[in-house]
C-alpha cells in the first residue's frame, strides 16, 4: 500500500481533467465551431456579391507566421539588422511583434451578427441616411478583381457609416490608425477585420512588413477601406492623399495576377460630430487633440435624455457617394514618372466630385456670403444650386425642393447657436460654419 498526501492527490486529478480537457475535449469544441462558423460563411457568401476572401478567415496565428516569414520581410530582418547591430535573433522577434500588431482577428460573426447591426442602428439614431450618386460603372467591375474603397475622412461615424452601406456587398478590412488601440476597442476592431497601423513611424522595418500585409491582403483579394488623407479633415475640404498605403499596393502589385480597382467614395454630413475639436484643432496647428472624457459623457446624456423626451430631432441627414473605379493594371499601363503620386492626386480628385451636397452644408455656403433676409438666403441657395448643377454636383436635399431644404438647415444652424434671427454668424461661430460650406465651395472648385 502507498500513501500519498491529499493535497498531492488532487493536484494529480487536476493535472489530469487539464489533459483531457487540451487532448481530447478542446479540439473536438473547437472543431464543432469551426464547422459552425464555416457553415454560416458558406450561407453570407451566398447572399454577398462578393464573397469573404478565405484570406480574412485563415487562423490568426498561422496569419502572423506568415506574414512574419514572408521572403521580403526575411530580407527587411537582415537589412534591419545588418543596420542597427542587432542580432539577427532579436530583428526578428521584433518582426513578428509588428505583424502581430498589424494582422486581425477577423470574426464573420461578430462583423455581420454584431457590427452591422450595431452600424445600422447607430446611423438611423443619429442621421437621415441619404444614397449619393453610384456610378454605373461599379456594376460591371471584375469580379475577380480586389476592390479597395478611397475615402475621405470626415468623421469617426465614416467607419460606422460604410461598414453599413456596404454589408450586402463584402465584408471590408479598414486600416485604423493609434486612436482604435484601445482596450476592449481593439478587440472589437480586430474582429472586425480592421488592421492597424502606426501613422508616423518612420522604422524601416515596421513599414516593410505593413507593406507586405497589404499586398498580400490585396493579392487574396481581400475588400479594403482606406482614408489617403491620413486623419479626420480639419477644415471641412477634401485633402491631399498621404501616399504611404497607396504606395504599397502600387508596389506590390502583379500585373499578371489580380486587378485592383480603386472606388472613390465621398461622405458628407448635416453634422459631424467632432466639428468643433477639428476646427480648434485647425486654429491651434495641434493635431493631436483628444476630446475630454467629462464633454463626451455630457454630451451622450444629454443626447439621451432629449431622446427619452421625445426631443431628439437627429442630427440630420448623412450621404455617401460611390464614382468610377479605377483600374491599377489601366492606370500603371498609362503612368508617367511617378505613378503613385498621380494615382493619389487621381482618386482624390475623384472623391471630391463624389461627395454629395446637404442641406447644411449648402445654407452654411450661402449664409457666408453676408445675406441679410430671408428672400436674400433663398436667392443664394438658388444661385448656388444653379452653379452645382452646372459641375454636375450630387445634390441630397429636401424631396419637397429648396424652401423646405433652407428651412431644415436653418433649424439645425439655429439650435446649435451657428446663426441668428438676423442671419448673421456669430463671430465664435465663423470657422464652424466655414467647415460646412467648405464642402461646397471646394466642389465649385472641381471640375
Partial sequence: MVELPIWLVVLVLALAAIAALDRILAPSVRWFFRRRMERAVARLNERLERPIAPFKLAQRHD?????????????????????????????????RSYAAEIVPAFSATMYFGFAVQLARWLTRVFYRV?????????????????????????????????????????????????????????????????????????????????????????????????????????????????????????????PGGRDILFVPVGL?????????????????????????????????????WRALRGNFPGFGATAAGFGAPVS?????????????????????????????????????????????????????????????????????LHPQGLEPTVEEALVHLRRRGMVGEDFAIPEARRQVMAFYAASVRQRLEVV
Fill in 63 to 95: 496569419m502572423i507566421l506568415r506574414l512574419a516569414y514572408d521572403r521580403q520581410v526575411m530580407e527587411a530582418v537582415a537589412e534591419h539588422a545588418a543596420a542597427t547591430g542587432v542580432p539577427p535573433t532579436v530583428a526578428m522577434q521584433e518582426a
Fill in 130 to 254: 441619404r444614397i449619393g450618386r453610384i456610378d454605373p460603372a461599379l456594376g460591371q467591375v471584375d469580379d475577380r478583381a480586389t476592390v479597395v474603397f478611397v475615402m475621405n475622412h470626415r468623421s469617426n461615424m465614416d467607419y460606422v457609416l460604410v461598414t453599413w452601406l456596404i454589408a450586402d456587398r463584402s465584408a471590408i478590412s479598414y486600416a485604423v490608425g493609434e486612436w482604435a488601440r484601445v482596450w476592449p476597442l481593439s478587440r472589437l476592431i480586430r474582429g472586425m477585420g480592421a488592421y492597424f497601423i502606426r501613422r508616423g513611424s518612420r522604422n524601416a522595418l515596421y513599414r516593410r512588413v505593413l507593406a507586405r500585409y497589404v499586398q498580400m491582403a490585396a493579392a487574396e483579394g481581400v475588400a479594403q477601406a482606406i482614408f489617403p488623407e491620413g486623419g479626420l479633415s480639419l477644415d471641412g475640404r477634401v485633402g491631399e492623399a498621404k501616399l504611404g498605403l497607396l504606395s504599397y499596393f502600387v508596389a506590390g502589385f502583379d
Fill in 268 to 304: 458628407a454630413y448635416d453634422r459631424v460630430l467632432e466639428d468643433r475639436l477639428l476646427t480648434e484643432a485647425a486654429r491651434t496647428g495641434v493635431r493631436r487633440f483628444r476630446p475630454r472624457v467629462t464633454g463626451v459623457i455630457a454630451f451622450v446624456l444629454r443626447m439621451g
Fill in 328 to 396: 491599377l493594371r489601366a492606370f500603371l499601363a498609362e503612368a508617367q514618372a511617378d505613378p503613385t503620386e498621380d494615382l493619389g492626386r487621381v482618386l482624390m480628385a475623384r472623391v471630391a466630385r463624389a461627395v454629395p451636397i446637404l442641406p447644411v452644408p449648402l445654407v452654411a455656403a450661402a449664409l457666408e456670403a453676408g445675406v441679410a433676409s430671408r428672400a436674400g438666403l433663398d436667392a443664394e441657395v438658388r444661385r448656388l444650386v444653379e452653379a452645382l448643377t452646372a459641375r454636375d454636383a450630387v445634390l441630397r
